[in-house]
């Protein structure tokens, strides 16, 4: 079946630590993106990439990084510089204009 | 700003007891509403996508109805496994491949 796959379900950061949360799908779908989910907020844009070795920021980059090598991978990475990270995040893809499908996200957690 | 509300921020029923759910917009050149369920944990699963005020969509025990301003998702005769978080989410004109989410309604149906 196609779909999306994040991994792992729930990570861990220290203090100081960079993490990277993998994201990959097999729905050849060209757009990928990142969200942050916050209790009672909505979901909130951090990355999309519409092809390959391209992206754009969305409304909260800072402290966030994003690679697009693979049209099937886009792996976002937590670093040291995002002062707030514990959060809810999830992967989504897109093909043209339909909704999105989403993965099962992962929980991050500062220790 | 383009905006999305969802009221009520939650709500409890008990089994069979109809009731509905809004989404208010305010967006420039609304291109699509799209209505997800998330379930605790889980990544958002699509439901519904409406194009334009007056156009209705049936799931189910689901049906979801947009106007200009807002977007309503009737809930009939409910069972416990409705039981789940409801978001709604606009794509205007400016955003282009962004969406802007709600916060979502949390919904409990008891037995």
């Known amino acids: 079946d196609g779909g999306i796959t994040q991994s792992p379900k729930y990570l861990f950061r220290k203090e100081g630590q960079n993490v990277t949360l993998s994201c990959e799908q097999n729905l050849n779908h060209d757009a990928m993106y990142w969200y942050r989910q916050d209790p009672g907020q909505g979901l909130r844009l951090i990355y999309y990439?519409?092809?390959?070795?391209?992206?754009q920021k969305g409304d909260i980059a800072e402290g966030y990084s994003v690679s697009r090598e693979k049209k099937e991978s886009f792996p976002l990475t937590v670093t040291s510089a995002q002062k707030n990270p514990t959060a809810f995040y999830l992967c989504?893809?897109?093909?043209?204009?339909?909704?999105?499908?989403f993965g099962s996200g992962t929980r991050l957690t500062v220790v | 700003e383009d905006q999305v509300t969802q009221s009520p921020e939650a709500l409890r029923l008990q089994e069979g007891e109809s009731s509905s759910l809004n989404c208010s917009y305010t967006?420039?050149?609304?291109?699509?509403l799209f209505w997800y369920r998330q379930d605790p944990g889980k990544g958002p699963e699509f439901l519904f996508t409406l194009y334009s005020a007056g156009e209705e969509k049936e799931k189910e025990r689901l049906k979801a109805t947009l106007t200009k301003k807002e977007s309503f998702l009737h809930i009939t005769a409910p069972k416990p496994e409705d039981s789940a978080t409801y978001l709604c989410?606009?794509?205007?004109?400016?955003?282009?491949?962004?969406?802007?989410f709600g916060p979502g309604t949390r919904l409990s149906v008891l037995p």
């Open positions: 989410a606009v794509q205007a004109g400016n955003y282009g491949q962004n969406f802007v």
């Open positions: 989504a893809s897109r093909k043209g204009n339909y909704g999105y499908t």
């Open positions: 967006v420039s050149g609304l291109r699509g």
């Open positions: 990439s519409q092809i390959v070795n391209d992206f």
